[in-house]
């Protein structure tokens, strides 16, 4: 049982211990024929501990070269567990079972660095396309801190993104619920929803998180909700309206009294209205049939500001020319400047400015009015300030810039008081 655990219990102890046997049993062999040619005993001795130093070293230089191929294969595995594929070993042998164990691993280390080095340039195409995309992207490693993020995020956050890097998921108002990373601000959350999946870099696992603008969705199931109520509304007035114009119309005709037909004219006027107005709004979510042409910017702020020579404008032209249907914009460039000069006291001063971001032209139109007073209620339909609005402009602004494939925001101004417009249109 002894001798087995010594030739088992580990290469370097086998080789040893078998050199050791053979080692003694040669120089004893050696001894027994020194004497079986008659030689002195001293000469026997002699002879037998000289093969047994010749053995000895001989044993220990080969020993030193097995051991030190398996330390170098040991380390050259490190390497390769490391990814570090740069470290090739040169075999010790020209053949037999240790140079086809150094073989393997250096073909197993270069075939390893071609895998990684399609990964690599995968990972690298992969964090390309997230800065191309123009929704809010980031990546989080392993401990869940931020280590990458797009343009867009950069945007939503109203900082460069860079000066976040490192900062913990829940500084950047993430937390993970049921395995699910979540927005943890309520408010935000209504307008956002988060998709994420995992994927390795480096042997780490990293989260890539992509922020979802919902309300976008959310508007048009609300637009589809008030679209079913006006058809079934409309459907109803217009059934009620058309006999009371009839009747009115009539009646005005037989009345001599002048007080009494312009009533009637008077009720027949607001039965038109109303019927007209209805009207308006089953068509505020239309498709419209577009048009879209090169506009000379310049000329075309030229020809709106003409429009309302009481008004101060100031223009700042950055780009020569974009893509939109001239008609359509036009009326709703009216329209926005219809609201600032409404919203404005005199004098009436209206900031009008044209740039190229990224991959959209934007238009901006700012005014020194009194600002907005519920931003977050601005297009929903029927809702207005004005006494005598009826709350379908803006809603239809918007669904003409979203047909162009294109956004229309209205906030407050952060400088001073009055808010600005802003158009993003796709180049």
Not at 202 to 227: D, F
Not at 290 to 313: G, K, R
């Amino acid at each position: 049982m002894k001798a087995r655990w010594l030739f088992s219990s580990s290469l370097e102890r086998s080789l040893i211990s078998f050199a050791a046997l053979s080692g003694c049993l040669s120089a004893i062999g050696c001894y027994f024929i020194s004497q079986y040619f008659t030689l002195s005993t001293a000469s026997s001795v002699t002879i037998a501990v000289l093969f047994l130093v010749i053995y000895f070293k001989l044993f220990m230089s080969t020993y030193n070269k097995v051991i030190s191929s398996f330390n170098r294969n040991h380390a050259h595995l490190d390497a390769i567990l490391n990814e570090d594929y740069s470290q090739l070993v040169k075999p010790s042998y020209q053949g037999g079972s240790i140079n086809r164990l150094q073989q393997s691993l250096i073909t197993l280390s270069e075939e390893l660095f071609k895998k990684k080095s399609r990964y690599d340039q995968h990972v690298f195409l992969v964090y390309q396309l997230i800065e191309h995309f123009n929704v809010p992207i980031m990546v989080l490693d392993q401990s869940n801190k931020l280590s990458y993020a797009n343009n867009a995020y950069s945007e939503f956050k109203n900082t460069p993104w860079q000066t976040l890097r490192y900062s913990s998921a829940e500084a950047l108002g993430l937390i993970k619920h049921d395995a699910h990373w979540q927005l943890s601000d309520a408010i935000t959350a209504q307008q956002w929803q988060i998709r994420h999946s995992e994927f390795i870099e480096q042997g780490s696992c990293h989260q890539l998180i992509v922020m979802i603008n919902i309300t976008s969705a959310l508007r048009e199931n609300q637009l589809q909700a008030w679209q079913q109520i006006i058809r079934v509304l409309g459907h109803e007035i217009r059934n009620s309206l058309t006999p009371v114009i009839g009747m009115a119309e009539n009646l005005a005709v037989k009345l001599t009294e002048p007080r009494q037909a312009q009533a009637l004219n008077v009720i027949s006027e607001r039965c038109n209205h109303l019927n007209e107005f209805v009207t308006r709004y089953g068509d505020i979510n239309k498709a419209l049939s577009l048009n879209i042409v090169t506009i000379d910017s310049q000329a075309f702020f030229n020809q709106v500001c003409a429009i309302y020579p009481d008004v101060e404008f100031t223009r700042s032209i950055n780009c020569p020319t974009f893509n939109a249907d001239r008609t359509f914009l036009h009326q709703v460039i009216i329209n926005l400047i219809k609201n600032a000069i409404e919203a404005s006291s005199c004098p009436v001063k209206i900031a009008l400015k044209i740039d190229t971001q990224n991959t959209v032209n934007c238009i901006t139109i700012s005014d020194n009015g009194h600002g907005l007073a519920n931003p977050d209620n601005i297009f929903v339909p029927f809702y207005t300030t004005k006494q005598q609005g009826q709350g379908i402009g803006l809603s239809f602004c918007r669904n003409v810039i979203e047909q162009h494939n294109g956004s229309l925001s209205l906030v407050n101004r952060g400088d001073i008081k009055g808010a600005v417009a802003t158009i993003l249109l796709p180049i």
